[in-house]
């Protein structure tokens, strides 16, 4: 009796979450599986798994998975390893802290579009970028980022966009640290980077998988950066899936291939996530 | 002689002089107890010893090497500290032989040394585990392993026992002192408990607001403390402490009158001239409950039973009570009227600035 009333009351709400997710998924696998393409409307008969095919064949398949993975590394290593010196770095006192942090933190309240904006017209730009007067007053050749070295370019954005969210795990993280075990340490001899990397590290252990694991989420589906830049160009070398899926549904109309792209992100991010869970999970129990 | 000496040490704050020119030496071998209250700067100065705080004037020496400047981690020093500070991470094994690892000692010299470091505190099971499956007790003796192994020159405590509770305490503090038989080595240690700093202690410092008040073995501190505050501070209960309304010179005696009664002192025992007023300290263990006849008179107001002995709380007049020890099954009844006899070769005097008359002690 008790039971089905809690049952009964809690039913609209898991319902409701289960419409809310079941609805989009289940369309999905259903556009996957039928001919769908916005310019032959109404012809749209069950063509199995030929959608998945017409994916996985795309001369832009094989680039923007690779584009995805290298996307996804690149950024993390460069966040937690950059993250997990400066916030080092920041932890001490010093005149301007307050401040050094601040602007250290801001970067990430700028959203994707304007970010990719002002690297793409203020710091890339193979005329009036900052990157281009720095060359030029050495005396080199401006290069052009953007289609010299799209992805490089991307991962510089988007690390640029994630380096404050690391940097603001680890210090709140440092904070927490024991100053007496620091000073024990330092007792027993060891010298600031045994510290570090004796102590510091080991401690920023979960931090560090936290990072990696909440990042992976938003990484997998970098969009509005290559869309604002590069347009997923040269040729294919900046396109990731995200940015596969979309060409496919809105730029070539087919809404059944976007969907066999899209379930595909889901096996692909699952895979990621399974990975990475091994790896780093274990800390997150120690 | 002279092992660590410490001379003049100041340490200031923004805006607090924490140590105001603490002047000690200390022997090899020695087992010296800072103790004193919350804030008087014990920790400070073990801090500063330590290097782990910089000293703002002074100098500290230690075996003929004047460490005043010296980086903590070249001082030879090891530190126990109150939340023992284990590295979380690490096994025991790795806690213990830490800084043996940083000094690049040969793999089979640290083996040896955290088997036998491990076997003289019983850590011998424990060596794998990390340090949150240790109980309490378990943790201490890896902190005080983990300074034993390195074998420095003097070990540092800080408060170590404070975060025990009470039996572990016990035995942790007879474990310290046999450690301190058996290794000879120099030991500073900083607590507010005085029990802890009687039974352990070689000498006593007493500190109090960023000053040495009075250094001495515990039972010359008990015996011949040189100010209130040192007689307050050692003994359980607190000395009491009554306020001479006279004193006068009457033949061979001082006749010193406390609360409308007199106690006769020899004026021989005064080393100095007559004073104007005193305060006269007497220890709850020095009085005796008398039929009648005694020297003090007051109503019970209350009587605490600890087993092995009792105190009881005298109402002598309307704002002076005393503490006096008292026999533990004592028959006495909260509100009784009873009189009490002074031990006078006990009493201390103090004048009007809080510093003992000096006399000269009683033949025993």
């Known amino acids: 009796m008790k039971r089905s009333i809690t049952r009964l009351l809690m039913a609209p709400s898991v319902i409701m979450l289960l419409v809310w997710m079941i609805i989009p998924l289940s369309m999905t696998i259903y556009f996957s599986t039928i001919r769908y393409n916005l310019l032959y409307p109404g012809q749209n008969n069950f063509v199995g798994l030929m959608n998945f095919e017409f994916f996985i064949t795309d001369p832009g398949f094989i680039p923007a998975v690779s584009n995805t993975l290298i996307l996804l590394l690149s950024v993390l290593i460069i966040t937690v390893v950059l993250g997990v010196m400066l916030s080092a770095l920041i932890d001490k006192p010093f005149f301007g802290q307050g401040i050094v942090r601040v602007l250290l933190i801001s970067p990430f309240f700028i959203m994707p579009t304007v970010n990719a904006l002002i690297w793409k017209n203020m710091m890339m730009n193979p005329v009036y970028g900052i990157f281009a007067w720095i060359s030029e007053s050495l005396g080199f050749e401006p290069i052009d980022w953007l289609s010299s070295y799209p992805l490089v370019s991307i991962i510089i954005m988007v690390s640029w966009q994630w380096l404050p969210f690391a940097i603001l795990v680890f210090v709140t993280a440092l904070q927490s640290q024991d100053t007496e075990q620091k000073e024990a340490a330092q007792m027993d001899g060891a010298t600031g980077l045994h510290i570090f990397r004796y102590l510091t590290i080991p401690h920023l252990a979960r931090p560090i998988a936290v990072v990696v694991m909440i990042e992976t989420i938003f990484l997998l589906a970098v969009f509005a950066e290559i869309f604002v830049s590069t347009g997923g160009g040269p040729g294919y070398d900046s396109t990731n899936l995200a940015y596969l899926i979309y060409n496919q549904a809105l730029l070539q109309y087919d809404v059944g291939v976007a969907s066999a792209g899209g379930l595909f992100a889901v096996l692909l991010a699952n895979i990621v996530a399974f990975f990475l869970i091994r790896a780093v999970g274990k800390n997150l129990t120690v | ?364």
């Open chain 2, 1 to 364: 002689m002279t092992y660590l000496a410490i001379t003049d040490l100041q340490k200031h704050y923004d805006s607090y002089h924490a140590l105001r020119g603490i002047n000690l030496s200390i022997t090899e071998g020695e087992f010296v107890v800072f103790v004193g209250p919350s804030g008087c700067g014990k920790s400070t100065l073990l801090r500063t010893i330590a290097g782990l705080e910089s000293s703002t004037g002074g100098s500290i020496e230690l075996d003929g090497r004047d460490i005043t400047e010296v980086a903590s981690s070249k001082r030879d020093l090891a530190m126990v500290f109150q939340s023992y500070a284990l590295y979380p991470h690490m096994t025991v094994a790795d806690n213990l032989s830490f800084a043996l690892r940083l000094a690049k000692v040969s793999d089979a010299e640290i083996k040896e040394k955290v088997r036998s470091v491990s076997a003289s505190l019983q850590l011998d099971a424990l060596l794998e585990r990390k340090p949150k499956e240790l109980s309490g007790g378990q943790r201490q003796r890896v902190a005080i392993g983990r300074a034993i192994v390195r074998q420095p020159k003097v070990f540092l405590f800080d408060e170590p026992l404070s975060n025990l509770d009470a039996a572990l305490r016990v035995q942790m503090r007879l474990e310290l002192a046999r450690l301190h038989k058996k290794l000879g080595t120099t030991m500073i240690y900083v607590t507010h408990d005085q029990v802890e700093a009687m039974t352990l202690a070689d000498r006593v410092v007493i500190l109090n607001a960023g000053q040495i008040e009075q250094v001495g073995t515990p039972l010359e501190l008990y015996r011949q403390p040189n100010s209130r505050f040192v007689a307050e501070f050692i003994g359980t209960p607190k000395m009491n402490l009554i306020a001479a309304n006279k004193i006068v010179r009457h033949e061979d005696n001082l006749a010193i009158e406390l609360l409308g009664q007199q106690i006769l002192f020899p004026a021989n025992r005064l080393k100095g001239p007559l004073p104007d007023s005193v305060v006269v300290g007497i220890r709850p263990e020095h009085m005796t409950l008398v039929e009648e006849g005694g020297d003090l008179s007051g109503r019970i107001e209350l009587v605490e039973h600890l087993g092995s002995e009792a105190y009881a709380h005298l109402q002598l007049s309307s704002d002076q009570t005393i503490i006096i020890k008292a026999p533990a099954r004592t028959e006495l009844k909260d509100g009784q009227e009873v009189s009490l006899k002074i031990d006078i070769s006990e009493i201390i005097l103090f004048n009007e600035n809080d510093r003992v008359i000096s006399v000269i002690p009683e033949e025993a």
